[in-house]
């Protein structure tokens, strides 16, 4: 009955172990990277956030971009709130770069139109060659 009990124990906690990944395995460390662009959704949950954003390029088209941020309970410690970013505000992003040049990153801070900011993954080390997109 024990092995049982734990064989179902491990099955259920499979996915959530597998849905979780390594921040070094899919962002940059060293470096980061400025976006401006316009949310078109939030995700405030379990195990990261999630930002979803569009960002116009200069020919004119429109790229939709991805970020993921800490853990809500990392983020309500931050000030942040499921509120806190909402479609239609505009943004400046700071944050890692993904690995694969996707239009993916981990955030390490937002700046709105007015000013505020909210902070996420701690900053990488200044470097020379620092992008701004």
């Known amino acids: 009955m024990r092995k049982l009990l734990f064989s179902i124990g491990l099955a259920l906690g499979a996915p959530a172990a597998l849905a979780h990944h390594s921040f070094a395995v899919h962002f940059v460390d060293d470096r980061t990277i400025e976006v401006n662009g316009t949310v078109s959704a939030f995700r405030f949950s379990n195990p990261h956030g999630v930002l979803s954003f569009d960002v116009k390029k200069d020919d004119g088209t ?13 983020l309500r ?16 992003i700071v944050g890692f770069p993904s690995r694969d040049g996707t239009p993916y990153m981990r955030i390490s801070k937002i700046t709105f139109a007015d000013g505020h900011e909210l902070i996420g993954q701690g900053l990488a080390a200044p470097s020379p060659d620092n992008d701004k997109e």
């Open 62 to 74: 429109v790229e939709q971009w991805r970020a993921e941020t800490n853990s809500p309970s990392v």
């Open 77 to 92: 410690r931050r000030g942040w709130t499921k509120d806190s970013l909402k479609a239609g505000d505009s943004i400046r």
